[in-house]
C-alpha cells in the first residue's frame, strides 16, 4: 500500500468520520449482538426447515433413480409442504427484524479492511438478496402469481436455495466466535452494555476491547444522557421482539388454515379455503382453463394400460366393473393447500396386475391434457403396489367432477398435488 498523506488520506478519514457517526446516530437498545443472535438463530432454522422440506418436495417430483419415498404417513407431504409454507411465510418478519437490528452495520468504517473482510461482507449481501428473493417469490407462488416474474419457479426456487443455504453455511462460519459469544443470555448488567461497535473514531486508536472477531463489537460509550436507562433499554427490546412474535404468530394463523384444519376458521389470506368447490374440494385448474372438456366428456373414452406390447383399454364402466375401493387421502398442492377427501375406484395395482406388469415396474401417466407440465407424470412402484393408489372414479360419495378430473384421476398416498393426475388418459409402464 501506497502512504498518501494529503488529499485521498483526508478523504479517508472524512468518509470514515461520516460512517462512524451514521452507526453512531443508529444505535438503539434493540441493535446488539445478542439480538442479532436470537433472530438469528430462529432465522437458520427456518431456512434449514424449509430447505430440508424443499428437498423432500423436489425429489418427490424430480426423483433421482435409486430414490424411493416413504407413503406412509399418508399425510407426510402434506404435513412437510404445510411446514414449508408456513415457516417461509414467518422468515418474512424474521428476516425484517434481523435486518433492522444489523442495519447500522452497513455503514463499517472502513467499509472494506481486507480481502477477508471483503469476502465476509460480500457473503452477505448474497445471502440477503438470495434470501429476500427466495421468500418473496415462494409467496407469491402460493398466491398463483407467477406472472410476476419472467423466470420459472421451480429452476429458480431450487437453484436459490443452494444459494440461500451456501451462503448461510459461510454466514455462521464467519461469525461463529460473535454466535457462540452471545447464545445464553448474559446477565443484565452485562447485557446493557454489550451493543455493535462503533469502530473507534477514525485517527484515535480503538482503545475499547476488541470483539471476539476483532472489530465486531465491543463497548460503546456510554455517555450518560446519551443512552436510555437499562430498564428502558430492557423495555424497548422485549417490544421489539413481541413486536416480532405477533407479527410471526398472526401471518401463521391468518395463512395456515389453507394447510391446518385446525386454523381454518382464521384463513384470510391463504388462497384457498377448505370444503369450497364441487365435492367441497377446492380446484386447482379447471377442465376449461385444461382445455379437455370435449375429450373429457367424450362417450367414446377409455384408459389405456400399457406394458410392452400388451394393451388393454377400459371404459368408465370397465373400471367401475372392477372391485372397488374406498380411501381417505388428501390432496396435498405444493403451494401449500392441502384438503382431505374420500375417493373411490379401482387400484392401480390391480390394474398393473391386469398388464402382467411385475412387482418393481414404474408407470408414467398421460392425462388427456395437452402441452402442460400436469400433462405427465411418472410413479414408482411403492406407489404402484400401494393398496391406497388408485384410480379415482369418485369423490366425496360424487361421481368424479369435470374439473376434478372426470373421468378418472389419479390418487395416492404422501404424493404432492401435481402428481395426482386429472383426466387421465393412459398408465403405461416404462
Ligand atoms: N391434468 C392435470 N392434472 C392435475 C393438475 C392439472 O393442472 N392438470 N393440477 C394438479 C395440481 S397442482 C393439484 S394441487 C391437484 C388438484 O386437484 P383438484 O383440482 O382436483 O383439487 O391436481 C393435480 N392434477
Ligand atoms: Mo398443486
Same mark, same amino acid.
Given at each position: ?18 460512517? &462512524? ?14 439480538? #442479532?443472535?436470537?433472530? /438469528?438463530? *430462529? ?12 428437498? +423432500?418436495? &423436489?425429489?418427490? =417430483? ?5 430414490? &424411493? ?8 407431504? %402434506?404435513?412437510?409442504?404445510?411446514? &414449508?409454507?408456513? #415457516? ?9 427484524? @434481523?435486518? +433492522?437490528? $444489523? ?43 407467477? #406472472? ?6 421451480? %429452476? ?9 443455504? /451456501? ?13 457462540? @459469544?452471545? !447464545? ?8 446493557? %452494555? ?17 470483539? $471476539? ?8 460509550? =456510554? ?79 377409455? *384408459? ?34 392441502? %384438503? !382431505? ?15 402382467? #406388469?411385475?412387482?418393481?415396474? +414404474? ?33 366425496? /360419495? ?6 376434478? /378430473? +372426470? ?21 403405461? $409402464?416404462?
Amino acid at each position: 500500500m501506497t502512504t498518501q498523506r494529503e488529499g485521498p488520506a483526508g478523504l479517508n478519514v472524512t468518509m470514515q468520520r461520516l460512517l &462512524h457517526d451514521m452507526r453512531r446516530s443508529l444505535a438503539s437498545p434493540s441493535r446488539t449482538p445478542r439480538m #442479532a443472535t436470537v433472530l /438469528g438463530r *430462529l432465522l437458520g432454522l427456518a431456512f434449514v426447515v424449509c430447505f430440508a422440506t424443499g428437498l +423432500y418436495s &423436489h425429489f418427490l =417430483q424430480d426423483p433421482l433413480p435409486w430414490m &424411493h419415498f416413504a407413503t406412509r404417513p399418508t399425510w407426510l407431504y %402434506q404435513v412437510s409442504q404445510g411446514i &414449508h409454507i408456513t #415457516a417461509g411465510i414467518v422468515c418474512f418478519p424474521l428476516i425484517l427484524g @434481523k435486518l +433492522y437490528v $444489523v442495519f447500522p452495520e452497513l455503514f463499517q468504517s472502513p467499509p472494506v479492511r481486507s480481502f477477508p473482510h471483503f469476502l465476509e461482507r460480500a457473503s452477505i449481501a448474497l445471502f440477503v438478496a438470495a434470501s429476500l428473493v427466495q421468500i418473496t417469490i415462494g409467496l407469491l407462488n402460493t398466491f398463483q402469481l407467477y #406472472a410476476l416474474f419472467p423466470f420459472p419457479f421451480r %429452476q429458480t426456487h431450487w437453484a436459490l436455495s443452494f444459494v440461500v443455504i /451456501g451462503s448461510l453455511a459461510i454466514h455462521i462460519g464467519v461469525k461463529l466466535p460473535v454466535i457462540a @459469544k452471545h !447464545w445464553r443470555k448474559k446477565p443484565e448488567r452485562v447485557a446493557r %452494555q454489550l451493543t455493535f461497535s462503533t469502530g473507534g473514531a477514525p485517527k484515535a486508536p480503538a482503545t475499547a476491547t476488541r470483539g $471476539v472477531t476483532g472489530r465486531v463489537f465491543a463497548w460503546i460509550d =456510554q455517555t450518560p444522557g446519551q443512552h436510555p436507562s437499562p430498564a428502558d433499554a430492557r423495555t424497548s427490546r422485549r417490544g421489539f421482539l413481541a413486536t416480532i412474535a405477533v407479527a410471526s404468530a398472526a401471518l401463521v394463523a391468518l395463512t395456515a388454515g389453507q394447510s391446518f384444519r385446525v386454523l381454518d376458521f382464521a384463513n384470510a389470506f391463504g388462497p384457498r379455503k377448505m370444503g369450497t368447490g364441487p365435492s367441497g374440494v377446492p380446484i386447482n385448474r379447471t377442465a376449461e382453463a385444461a382445455d379437455v372438456l370435449t375429450t373429457a366428456n367424450a362417450a367414446n373414452w377409455t *384408459l389405456t394400460v400399457t406394458n410392452g406390447d400388451r394393451s388393454m383399454l377400459f371404459s368408465r364402466d370397465d373400471l367401475l366393473a372392477m372391485q372397488q375401493y374406498t380411501v381417505r387421502l388428501p390432496i396435498a398442492c405444493v403451494e401449500g393447500w392441502s %384438503q !382431505w377427501a374420500t375417493w373411490r375406484g379401482p387400484r392401480m395395482r390391480d390394474l398393473a396386475d391386469l398388464v402382467g #406388469a411385475g412387482p418393481d415396474v +414404474y408407470f408414467r401417466a398421460t392425462s388427456l391434457e395437452q402441452d402442460s407440465i400436469y400433462a405427465v407424470m411418472e410413479m414408482g412402484p411403492e406407489f404402484v403396489r400401494d393398496e391406497l393408489t388408485l384410480v379415482a372414479l369418485e369423490l366425496n /360419495g360424487d361421481v368424479l367432477d369435470i374439473d376434478h /378430473g +372426470y373421468p378418472a384421476r389419479m390418487i395416492a398416498p404422501a404424493r404432492p398435488g401435481v402428481l395426482q393426475t386429472k383426466w387421465l388418459s393412459s398408465l403405461e $409402464v416404462i
